[in-house]
């Protein structure tokens, strides 16, 4: 017979240790950048990052 398989739970549970430990790992990372003043700004959401595609900059054929 073969020998039986490592139950679900367990994997489940390495799961989430793993999943703690890199939420930890991050907050840890995001201190230390912010304690450098290395932290980037986010890009504001409100415009587009990219140059202005609305109907004026778009050129009709005619």
Do not use: F
Request: hydrophobic share 30%; charged share 35%.
């Amino acid at each position: 017979m073969t020998a039986p398989s490592k139950p679900v739970p367990e994997k489940d549970e390495r799961a989430e240790r793993l999943a703690a430990a890199l939420r930890e790992n991050l907050k840890r990372r995001k201190a230390q950048a912010r304690a450098k003043g290395d932290v980037p700004k986010p890009p504001d959401t409100g415009r587009p990052a990219g140059p202005d595609l609305g109907p004026a900059a778009v050129k009709t054929g005619g």
